[in-house]
């Protein structure tokens, strides 16, 4: 088994520990807390962009331009590639999990309109991990390490803004960086060629 599969492993593991005894766990209120009450009113408007465009405003496009040049297409391929898968894995863990939000068990200072969809494990982390990841192993460092940064921040913003609990967020990471080394192996070993035949990558 390779490595990588430990970060599965790991994420079953935490979703396991989530189910019994539930996100208004001690160490998770305390974290919320720790970032959610201390918020810096000049930091608020960055936090909350972050978090509402850190994600699609970012990836998407970013996506998009890797697709148009040769010399990037093989990556953009894998990354359009573990997008869809972590979407898919992503909507179903959240319906199994079926966590609520932390604004429904204490007190958030929320930032930004009350999603009304489950907390665990959260979309934008699992997104912006699953893209610096893949990056990470495909791609130079003045591409990848500012793009990590980037997901790191809009990680942290969706427990800033008020709208996840920090397990959320790690939950996303583990499956994200599963998926990451996932899709690039699958790609190189060619699961993805028809479609690079298709867009001469």
Wanted: proline residues 5%; hydrophobic residues 50%; contains cysteine.
């Amino acid at each position: 088994m390779r490595k990588y599969w430990l970060f599965l492993i790991f994420f079953v593991l935490l979703s396991i520990l989530i189910k019994i005894f539930g996100e208004d766990n001690p160490i998770n209120v305390y974290l919320f807390e720790l970032i959610n009450y201390h918020q810096v009113s000049y930091l608020n408007a960055f936090m909350v962009d972050l978090s509402k465009y850190g994600r699609c405003y970012v990836w998407i496009p970013l996506n998009a331009l890797l697709l148009i040049f040769k010399k990037t297409r093989r990556t953009g391929i894998t990354l359009a590639g573990s997008f869809i898968l972590a979407i898919i894995l992503g909507e179903a863990s959240k319906y199994i999990m079926a966590e609520p939000r932390p604004f429904y068990f204490i007190h958030s200072n929320l930032l930004i309109p009350r999603p009304h969809d489950y907390s665990y494990p959260s979309g934008h982390a699992l997104i912006v991990g699953d893209g610096a990841t893949v990056l990470a192993l495909t791609s130079p460092k003045w591409l990848w390490i500012p793009l990590l940064i980037e997901a790191l921040l809009v990680s942290y913003s969706r427990v800033y803004v008020g709208v996840h609990w920090p397990a959320d967020i790690l939950g996303g990471w583990l499956l994200a960086l599963w998926i990451a080394y996932f899709s690039v192996e699958e790609e190189r070993k060619g699961l993805l060629a028809t479609i690079e035949k298709i867009f001469k990558a």
